[in-house]
């Protein structure tokens, strides 16, 4: 019998393709992965704004939910996390599955949104998140929260 094997030419050959390849995907899927990571945290916010708010016009008490840049959280005071009781209702966007940074948050001058006993925001205002080179700017006007340059996302009005 015959046996036929690789040439140490053909290897290099085909280890070269394979990391010419691997060259132009992995930058492509690095930034795919932050545009997801990015979005996510987004409609992270947009969510807890809404049921920062629904818990407002639910209680007919105001809501606060307390930005804090330099640690890339934010809290909604008096409220517990809806999946583990005992603790107060912290998110830091900086873990996983995110890995955002908070870039800036103002409403009204402060990092502060408090939403009245009907459910309206005592000021507009924005966050602004980003991951890599990506950003995104979350807006709260009226009582309605949604990312800017992306598909509207709203807080749900009941």
Not at 78 to 94: A, G, R, T, Y
Request: with cysteine; aromatic share 8%; hydrophobic share 40%.
């Amino acid at each position: 019998m015959n046996a036929r094997a690789f040439s140490l030419l053909e290897l290099i050959l085909a280890l070269l393709i394979m990391g010419l390849l691997a060259s132009i995907a992995v930058p492509s899927y690095a930034g795919f992965t932050a545009q997801q990571q990015l979005e996510g945290a987004a409609r992270r916010i947009v969510c807890d704004l809404g049921y920062a708010r629904r818990q407002a016009r639910q209680s007919s008490r105001g809501q606060t939910v307390d930005f804090d840049v330099a640690n890339h959280s934010y809290s909604l005071k008096d409220m517990n996390d809806p999946d583990h009781k005992s603790k107060p209702f912290e998110v830091c966007v900086w873990d996983e599955p995110y890995r955002a940074r908070m870039v800036s948050a103002s409403f009204g001058g402060d990092a502060k949104l408090v939403y009245d006993g009907f459910g309206m925001p005592d000021s507009g205002g924005s966050v602004t998140i980003a991951v890599g080179s990506y950003q995104k700017t979350i807006s709260v006007g009226s009582g309605v929260a949604k990312p800017k340059g992306s598909k509207p996302i709203f807080v749900e009005l009941e």
